[in-house]
């Protein structure tokens, strides 16, 4: 898990400092992870979650849990608040994983057949209930896409504008992007990564998912005539992106991807940030592809060694994610793959370098890890188990040499 959380940090590193994503060359693989990244690193923290607490053998919460989650998420809402205030241009996450942090911590005292169940209907539910309730906070045409800063903390119009940008309709809104959360955890609960054949049931699934999110689209927006009635919305609603090459994708960008509500024929699309439940299904199944591809190669002895240094970024997601905000903010490199390489590259070599010097003194922890595992230890009752990091793993200094 650690490494597949990896390769959605690098991949968002391709999504904001990578070139376009064209599907050309070497530029295919700009496009497998265009849109994917954050919904896979969110699935993950599902999932990690959901194993800190007992996986498929569920354990009773323990003493200063909540306490845990609720210094955790601030934390993780301060970072967040504090990038977004360094204009970087990207679309921070982390205040929204205080969210998702904050909502799950309930929803994993459920019983595993409720829990599934509500990861089932979630990818359909959550991105209709934002369709319905957008033009009732005015985003029938536009205004999705956004994410809060500081003002969210210094007046109450502000907090009242940042808390419904978090549920509704910022970047990763919870209504859309909780889903991931949710199929996470229901899959820790159902299925042991550990055991013989979770590999192969994990690709398996990935690739039936991904196939029907996005067959189904393809379906439905060309046989079924769903483009004929967008290209209608786009007319009636949307009248500066008529003349565009693509009328649909001009409207889909000019809101970071989230679909307005002015037809309900958006909710068949399956392009990147679309927050549609084609596009959920398809980002499952990605995930869960990454997951399993993973899992195979860390049963292999030779790609066990090489996946190594890739597992320690994923021991350091936060730390990395939050590094690579303020590098872009800092230097502005120019969009390549040159700028990527270099990203990637030092994000690597640093974390290797971190992990050795650190070894033995403290679990495999990047600094920002290390602080928030402080800060929760500091509320968190003497003889209690280690809480769940920012990622929503459980961490022990054995687990955390290995990928």
């Known amino acids: 898990m650690d490494a597949a959380r990896a390769v959605a940090v690098l991949a968002m590193f391709a999504a904001h400092i990578g070139p376009p994503a064209r599907p050309e060359g070497a530029g295919h693989l700009i496009v497998a992870f265009d849109g994917r990244a ?8 599902g999932l990690s979650l959901s194993l800190s607490r007992g996986g498929t053998r569920p354990r009773p919460p323990e003493r200063g849990t909540r306490r845990g ?3 955790r998420c601030a934390v993780l809402a301060a970072l967040g608040l504090a990038l977004a205030e360094l204009r970087s241009g990207i679309a921070v996450i982390l205040t929204f994983f205080a969210v998702y942090f904050l909502a799950a911590e309930p929803l994993a005292r459920l019983r595993t057949r409720t829990l599934v169940v509500l990861a089932a209907l979630s990818p359909v ?6 369709y319905v309730l957008g033009p009732y906070f005015g985003h029938r045409v536009s205004g999705r896409g956004r994410y809060p800063g500081f003002d969210a903390v210094t007046s109450l119009p502000g907090f009242g504008d940042a808390l419904e940008t978090l549920l509704l309709s910022g970047a990763y809104p919870w209504l859309t992007y909780f889903p991931y959360v949710l199929v996470g955890m229901a899959l820790g609960r159902v299925m042991d990564p550990s055991r013989p054949g979770s590999a192969g049931r994990l690709i398996g699934w990935g690739a039936l998912a ?3 999110g996005h067959g ?11 483009r004929e009635a967008l ?3 786009v007319a009636e609603s949307h009248p500066a992106a008529v003349n565009a090459p693509d009328p649909v994708q001009a409207v889909l960008a000019s809101q970071a991807g989230a679909i307005p509500s002015t037809s309900w024929a958006w909710l068949l699309v399956d392009g990147p940030y679309s927050q549609t439940p084609l596009e959920t299904v398809a980002n499952i199944g990605a995930g869960l592809l990454l997951l399993g591809l993973a899992v195979a190669a860390a049963r292999s002895g030779l790609l066990r060694a090489l996946m190594r240094p890739l597992a320690t970024v994923g021991t350091m997601g936060l730390s990395v994610y939050a590094v690579h905000v303020l590098a872009r903010a800092e230097l502005r490199p120019q969009h390549g793959w040159g700028a990527l390489s270099a990203f990637c590259l030092v994000s690597l070599v640093a974390c290797v370098l971190w992990a050795r010097a650190f070894r033995g003194t403290q679990p495999g922890r990047g600094p920002l890890e290390w602080l928030l595992h402080v800060l929760v230890r500091a509320v968190t009752p003497k003889g209690a188990a280690a809480p769940a990091d920012s990622t929503g793993a459980q961490r022990s200094p054995r687990e955390a040499t290995g990928p």
Request: hydrophobic share 60%.
């Open 69 to 71: 989650t609720l210094v």
């Open 231 to 233: 290209l209608r919305a």
């Open 125 to 130: 539910v959550g991105p209709v209930l934002s």
């Open 38 to 45: 954050p919904a896979i690193f969110t699935l993950i923290a």
């Open 216 to 226: 189904l689209s393809a379906l439905a927006l060309g046989p079924g005539g769903g």
């Open 210 to 212: 991904t196939a029907a």
